[in-house]
């Protein structure tokens, strides 16, 4: 025993700095689950406050172009709304899907797009009924996927993400296909598993697929920018320039599934 | 003022300047600067070993905080802060630091803060920057990503290092 207590006063600084990294690589290793990211639980108040603060500042050089975009949008929508009441006073829901979906307007008080894995942070949480799963989109396509939240902010992960992956589909020909994000620049996403007969020209449009329970239907995705074929007759990939400028990101709406419990509460029965 | 008060009052401000304002300049998308760095540069040069590493731990997992990858930075630092006695031992060669409380560019000169910045920066971003991919696969890409970074990183903390450290002559 006493050997031991030489021993580890004698390597105390080995022995710590060996310690030390077990700590890292085990808190690593977790956060490269998807879910699992316990620290920033717990700090997301706090850090979340300090960007705000930051962002805050920035959003005063910004102001002109924010309004510009904002304009836009609301010229955008109010064609939208001449639409629906230009039709019969009895249908003033164009589709069921505008009823499932809740939009939760946010802003982006954090946001990176230069690592492997790039997250968001947004300044509304919990108590604006944000929850993990949720989707967020941007006026230009779409965003990413909330994945933490605490009281009054949310983490969410960015289609820069090496682990995002998203259903989308091609609008011209109905075909599917999986995005990543492999290219590690913010202007462009990976279409991955395209069928060979498929054929795609520049500028195609890529929408958000059918079968996601987090994104709604037909969101824009982007544009294809370059296709690959792949030698053994597999399946293609595709380039795509994403709709959304994740580098001057500003505000967001989260989308609320208002049928999210029923469907997990059937999606868990298999 | 108090060493340990300077040092903390240097902890904040570069975690944050790091934060707030390094990681969002974006040069190509290879670039990412890392000027926290110049924290555990600063540390005292007799300072107890196992409090450096602990230093180092503690930047790393400050600046982890705010990019939300818990580990990342604490592995890279604590590296580093490891290898600094070694560093400075192979960077002054004979030497001496009898009258150096900690690395001062006025009482060492700039070409041995380079030679220490260097060696001390490519510790770090080599770590980082692997540990990031979490694999060898790409290894391209994180070669050219630490020959892109580091530089860039050098000669912010050198920036940094002449203007605060002109301030403290005429005091």
Known sequence: ?270 | MNRTIINIIRFVVLVLFQVLIVNHIRLGGYVHPYIYLLFVMLLPINMPKWQLLLCGFGVGLAVDLFTGTPGLHAGATTLMAFCRPSILKLVSGNQKFENIQEPDLGQLGGVWFIRYSVCMVLVHHFTLFILESFSFKLMGQVLLRILLSAPVTIFLIMMILYLFSSNKKKE
């Open chain 1, 1 to 270: 025993m006493l050997n031991l207590i030489r021993f580890i006063q004698k390597n105390h600084f080995v022995i710590l700095f060996i310690l030390l990294e077990v700590i890292c690589i085990l808190l690593l290793s977790r956060s490269q689950n998807f879910h699992k990211q316990a620290v920033m639980n717990t700090t997301n108040n706090v850090v979340g406050r300090i960007y705000e603060w930051g962002s805050d500042v920035g959003n005063y050089f910004r102001l002109k172009k924010t309004n510009e975009q904002l304009a836009e949008e609301n010229a955008l929508l109010r064609q939208q709304l001449s639409v629906v009441t230009d039709t019969t006073q009895n249908t003033y829901l164009i589709n069921e899907r505008d009823t499932i979906y809740e939009y939760i307007p946010a802003q982006v008080v954090n946001n990176s797009i230069n690592q492997a894995k790039n997250y968001i942070i947004i300044n509304k949480g919990k108590l604006d009924g944000i929850k993990p799963d949720m989707s967020v989109i941007s006026p230009d396509g779409i965003v990413g996927v909330v994945s933490n939240v605490s009281s009054h902010y949310a983490t969410i992960i960015s289609l820069l993400h090496s682990n995002s992956i998203i259903g989308v589909r091609f609008k011209t020909s109905q075909e599917l296909g999986t995005l990543k994000w492999t290219t590690n620049n913010y202007r462009y996403g990976m279409v991955e598993d395209i069928p060979t007969h498929l054929v795609l020209n520049e500028g195609d449009t890529v929408l958000t697929g059918p079968y996601s329970f987090i994104f709604p239907e037909d969101l824009m995705v982007g544009t294809v920018e370059e296709t690959y074929e792949t030698a053994s007759g597999d399946l293609n990939r595709a380039k795509i320039r994403f709709s959304t400028n994740f580098a001057t990101l500003r505000h967001v709406y989260v989308i609320k599934n208002l049928y999210t419990t029923e469907l997990d509460s059937l999606r868990a029965k298999f």
